[in-house]
């Protein structure tokens, strides 16, 4: 299994980062150089794809160290970390040319998924707010087909099985419980002048984009 996660499912990790930043470059170029807030984010995703954005700053902001760190420390002049409190990003109205929000909205709590809409508007002159589509049949954070398509109690048993469980420390029913995908309706309810884009694979739509202008 563990040579399954570092021959197949880590490189097409990979390439599905570097595919979503080549779609972040085509319809923003002007990230090229600009200042970035990734929200959630992690240094491996920057590692991955700071070649093909070329942001001139990147400061991420999370509220969990080993979230950002994913076991890579190596910090640099243009990439930074700080951990905040999830509620207020501890910057100035439009201080940010740009702000990314990657896979990270589905594991807030419903209650508070506006507030961090509110901030992404507040800080951002533009952003991009990206999302698992909940039509895609394989769930991508377990590495199981259909299992988000189940009732929950049942798909809470059977993520006990997946590739993540078996190779991650995180206790895979509490990450579970914290991981509600969103349907496309309602990312556009958090970013009403966003433009909402679906990403693909093989034809199938495999995450929506919030995209707009603050």
């Not at 150089?33 to 590692?47: E, K, M, N, Q, Y």
């Not at 910090?75 to 109205?93: A, C, I, M, N, S």
């Not at 896979?103 to 951002?124: C, K, M």
């Not at 991650?168 to 509600?180: G, Q």
Request: hydrophobic share 40%.
């Amino acid at each position: 299994m563990a040579e399954l996660w570092s021959k197949v499912i880590i490189p097409q990790q990979r390439r599905f980062r570097q595919a979503r930043a080549a779609l972040i470059r085509q319809i923003a170029p002007t990230i090229e150089g600009a200042s970035v807030v990734d929200v959630g984010g992690s240094l491996p995703f920057w590692r991955h794809v700071g070649h093909i954005l070329k942001p001139g700053s990147v400061r991420i902001f999370n509220v969990s160290e080993h979230r950002t760190t994913m076991f890579e420390t190596r910090h640099e002049d243009w990439l930074t970390v700080q951990l905040y409190d999830g509620k207020r990003l501890p910057l100035e109205d439009k201080e940010a040319d740009f702000v990314v929000c990657n896979s990270v909205i589905e594991h807030v709590p419903p209650e508070q998924r506006e507030n961090l809409a509110r901030e992404i508007r507040r800080v951002g002159r533009t952003y991009f707010v990206q999302t698992p589509s909940r039509r895609f049949p394989l769930e991508l954070h377990f590495g199981l087909p259909f299992v988000h398509w189940l009732p929950r109690p049942l798909a809470r048993e059977i993520v006990r099985v997946s590739p993540f469980n078996l190779l991650s420390k995180v206790n895979v029913r509490n990450y579970f419980d914290e991981t509600h995908l969103l349907p496309k309706k309602e990312l556009q309810g958090y970013f009403p002048r966003a433009e909402i884009r679906t990403e693909t694979f093989v034809g199938l739509p495999k995450s929506n984009i919030a995209f707009g202008h603050a």
